[in-house]
Each structure stands twice: as C-alpha cells, then as structure tokens.
C-alpha cells in the first residue's frame, strides 16, 4: 500500500506561482513514476505532468513552458512548480503514483488550485 499526502494548493493571482508538493509512504518501489492530474469543475481529469524514477519527464501542453515537476527520491516525494498561473489552470489537483504502464495505482486526496482573474 502506498499512501499520497498532497500540499501546497491555495488562491492565487493571475501570473503568480505556487509549489505542490506529493509525499508517498508505505512500501515505496524504487522504480515508479508519479505525477498529477487536475480536475476542473464539470471537466474530465486531465494528466498535468509525470516524471519517471529515472528523471524523465512529460507534460500535458497546457502545462509546457509554465510548470516544472521535480522529485526528490530519498523523499519520495514529488513538487510541481506552476509559474505564470492562469484562471484555466483552477481545479483540484491530485498526485499519483504508480509501478505499473498505463496504469494509476494511488491517487492523493487532492489539493484545490484557484486562480483569480
């Protein structure tokens, strides 16, 4: 079992930045991946970014440019840094973590993102 614990999330203005960071505990596999979705009001989740144990990283094209993930593996934790933030980018966002392609084992709670205009 693994276990997410999400921070970080909170109202912020249009063009500034906020950090999330994704703690995992429980029997942590050296080679997983983890990322974060988001969720906006009446829209389906959206995959924001991942990064691979090897350092390796994706991100959704909303996010390129803006965001930049990060994990510290001695942590097992993972950050997302949003610059430039948006109105759009309001929703909920939720780490994951998974051992396994094509596959989210463990979600987080969630953590609100809210960006005002």
């Known amino acids: 079992q693994v276990q997410l614990e999400e921070s970080g999330g909170g109202l912020v203005q249009a063009g500034g930045s906020l950090r999330l960071s994704c703690a995992a505990s429980g029997t942590i596999f050296r080679f997983n991946t983890m990322g974060w979705y988001r969720q906006a009001p009446g829209k389906q989740r959206e995959l924001v970014a991942t990064i691979f144990s090897s350092g390796s990283t994706n991100y959704a094209n909303s996010a390129k440019g803006r965001f930049t993930i990060s994990r510290d593996n001695a942590k097992s934790t993972v950050y997302l840094e949003m610059n430039i933030l948006k109105p759009e980018d309001t929703a909920v966002y939720y780490c994951?973590?998974?051992?396994?392609?094509?596959?989210?084992?463990?979600w987080g709670q969630g953590t609100q993102v809210t960006v005002s205009s």
């Open positions: 994951y973590y998974t051992t396994r392609v094509g596959v989210t084992e463990y």
